[in-house]
């Protein structure tokens, strides 16, 4: 059965933040709908690849598979942080506040962990719900395909590649990273933590 085609979807927070310009959100939506795009393409590719030659060293079956999951984590990484977005930052309340204190020291232990992480990836930085351990983890990426976890849902994500930034604070990556969180939708969060859960009970 053909993957179906996708398609990007609208994010109101593509628009003028408090610390991240217009300009940036309006290109950096245009490199997740170049995902989408890419995720598309090389879907199509792979209904007419011939399986017969796949090698481990070098085949186009290997490519295509390596290269989609670059791109399915491109479309999916950027739909949660387009998503979470656009809010008023400040703490996060309900189970969101309630599971970083329970998994973490305190809530500015968590956040200057995570904020730390953030400088220490090349890629990403997720807060995620870990359903075979039932707790909440920080994981960072170099790429949008590197060091998943798995069975864990991220929850929160933070973009830290070059171009989530540069426009507006050149190397600055830590201004950038206090942007994000004066941006932040907690609202957004809590929502899918409460996915997260729901999945943990049906696991069960």
Not at 10 to 31: D, N, Q, W
Not at 32 to 48: H, P, R, S
């Amino acid at each position: 059965m053909p993957f179906p085609k996708i398609q990007a979807k609208p994010f109101a927070s593509i628009r003028e933040l408090e610390g991240i310009s217009k300009r940036t959100m309006e290109e950096h939506y245009e490199l997740y709908k170049g995902y989408v795009a890419k995720t598309n393409e090389i879907q199509e590719k792979l209904n007419g690849v011939d399986r017969s030659t796949a090698n481990q060293i070098f085949s186009d079956l290997r490519a295509l598979r390596v290269d989609l999951s670059f791109a399915i984590g491109g479309v999916k990484n950027h739909e949660i942080y387009f998503a979470h977005l656009g809010g008023k930052g400040g703490t996060p309340s309900g189970k969101v506040a309630e599971l970083i204190k329970r998994d973490f020291p305190s809530y500015d232990v968590w956040l200057a962990d995570f904020k730390a992480s953030g400088i220490a990836a090349r890629g990403w930085v997720w807060l995620a719900y870990d359903h075979d351990w039932q707790t909440l983890t920080t994981a960072v990426g170099d790429a949008q395909n590197t060091f998943p976890i798995w069975n864990a849902t991220p929850i929160l994500a933070l973009d830290v590649y070059e171009h989530a930034y540069w426009i507006d604070y050149g190397r600055a990556r830590a201004k950038y990273i206090d942007a994000f969180f004066n941006n932040l939708d907690w609202g957004v969060v809590e929502q899918n933590l409460a996915r997260a859960l729901s999945m943990q009970t049906v696991h069960k």
